[in-house]
């Protein structure tokens, strides 16, 4: 067992700026546990354009509010939709075929939310 606090994980270099906000990365493949986990804060007013090709991603929120964005593809019209989601305190969102995605955080307060990833990040990585 152990434990680990945000304050850890930035002394060791492991609170990553991504442009809109920050990533806290709890749990990575050092760990050795079978998955990541992140604390994610989406600054008020951001949109971003992310997507993971090499991990499954779930997202819980805890705070705040937004919108996320995805193109869900029809295969039998083989046609692209934009499916857009609510977020807000207890909402999970999974991207579980690593779907490019938009994440919108409403004006008025940040998103901050519990990312798990499998398999685990590293822990250095940064959005491009």
Not at 39 to 50: D, E, F, M, P, Q
Not at 111 to 121: D, E, H, Q, R, T
Request: overall charge negative.
């Amino acid at each position: 067992m152990f434990t680990r606090t945000l304050k850890e994980t930035e002394k060791a270099g492991l609170c990553i700026e991504w442009g809109s906000g920050t990533s806290h990365r709890l749990l990575t493949t050092r760990d050795d546990v079978g998955f990541g986990m992140c604390h994610t804060v989406v600054r008020a007013g951001t949109s971003s354009k992310l997507q993971y090709r090499n991990h499954v991603e779930a997202c819980y929120c805890i705070s705040g509010r937004g919108l996320v964005s995805a193109e869900n593809v029809a295969s039998d019209e083989n046609k692209a939709d934009l499916v857009n989601h609510r977020i807000e305190a207890g909402t999970v969102y999974v991207l579980d075929n690593h779907e490019a995605h938009t994440l919108i955080a409403d004006p008025d307060s940040d998103l901050i939310l519990i990312s798990i990833f499998s398999p685990a990040l590293e822990g250095t990585e940064r959005h491009q």
